[in-house]
């Protein structure tokens, strides 16, 4: 079958391109309209099993006004932030960009690395809400495909040892350390210095690793396991609620008084 680098070099970067590009606008607007079971088609491994068992659940132990967007946001991305679900939400990304949108979600500013020699990750900025952060979708390459692996915020280059605008210069390049290949004019990352880049590096240990690569194992919680079909019904509520113009405050209540 051979390596991750070989298998992605089968197709060329524009196809890759063009693949990351679809599957990122696909998990934007999944996400934007709270599909869960369809966005879970376009997970990786890890995150379809952080939903198992993270996504909301019903839990006696959990206070009547547990923000639901909150959990959904915490078991789709490994870092808590809810201001950026927030943002997706609100954005109200569709399959077809805006032509602002676009401007951000676009082939110039992707970029891919390698976490180890089989563990390929592509990165699509796609918000810069504050000066100085971007938000960004992260896929991995898992079972032949691009897949969703995460969704945060970054202020500066991500922790990667090599970044790289196409696959050949990022699998040449690791596990040289040889400071990627970033052009730096054109779109979000050459807003980073080298600098901010050899600080970095200089403060990681000097094995190549990865902000995901020392995950805990999460504990499961057998009473959300079980309550899994009440788990996707609240997802399919979510996202009907927003269809209809239901305000957030209006379905937790809403939500909450189904289950007392």
Known sequence: ??????????????????????????????????????????????????????????????????????????????????????????????????????EVVCARNLRYYFVDRETAHAVVPFAMPDAGEVYVIELVWEDGKWAYFDAKAVDKLPGFDTIAEAIDNASTAFPDHDGGNDDGDDDYWGQYSEDEADDDANDRNPEPTSDYAAKPEPVVNPSQLISDSIRHALAAAASAAKAVGMSEPEFLELAANSFK
């Open 1 to 102: 079958m051979g390596t991750c680098a070989d298998q992605l070099r089968s197709a060329s970067d524009e196809t890759h391109a063009q693949t990351v590009l679809s599957t990122t606008k696909r998990v934007l607007y999944l996400r934007t309209t709270t599909q869960i079971d369809e966005l879970m088609q376009y997970a990786s491994v890890a995150i379809q099993q952080r939903w198992d068992f993270l996504g909301p659940a019903t839990d006696p132990s959990m206070p009547p006004n547990t923000n639901l967007f909150e959990q959904i946001d915490n078991a789709l991305q490994w870092t808590a932030n809810h201001n950026i679900g927030e943002h997706i939400r609100h954005a109200h990304f569709a399959l077809e960009l805006t032509e602002d949108q676009a």
